[in-house]
């Protein structure tokens, strides 16, 4: 099993950066794709950016792209997103995820095996 918690979440104004952990643990050598997702309130989960095992590849939601940036440190196992230019559209909650099975970036939420608790972004205008 592979447990994931984020951090980093919070209130910020439109046009702000917060910077999203998210530190795995347990059976982390299974760790392939990393990905994160948000949902907001009244929608379906989406999804964020996702990053390859070693991460040298990465893959972005058209909303996000040129804003988020997502990397990660497997000797920390930790992988994090740097969101920039924030809007008011982003507040969701945001989710971690970690694919057991593919080492290349996926956006589909069935690719993903573990999940963390999710942690709240807020963006005020």
């Known amino acids: 099993q592979v447990q994931l918690l984020e951090s980093g979440g919070g209130l910020v104004q439109a046009g702000g950066s917060l910077r999203l952990s998210c530190a795995a643990s347990g059976r982390t050598g299974s760790n392939n794709a990393m990905g994160w997702f948000r949902q907001a309130p009244g929608k379906e989960r989406e999804f964020v950016a996702s990053?390859?095992?070693?991460?040298?590849?990465?893959y972005y939601a058209d909303s996000v792209s040129g804003r988020f940036t997502i990397s990660r440190d497997n000797a920390k196992n930790t992988v994090y997103l740097q969101t920039t230019n924030l809007k008011i559209e982003d507040t969701a909650i945001y989710y971690c995820?970690?694919?057991?099975?593919?080492?290349?970036?996926?956006?589909?939420?069935?690719?993903?095996?573990?999940w963390g608790q999710g942690t709240q972004v807020t963006v005020s205008s």
């Open positions: 990053i390859s095992r070693n991460g040298g590849s990465t």
């Open positions: 995820a970690a694919s057991s099975t593919y080492s290349r970036p996926k956006s589909d939420i069935g690719s993903y095996d573990y």
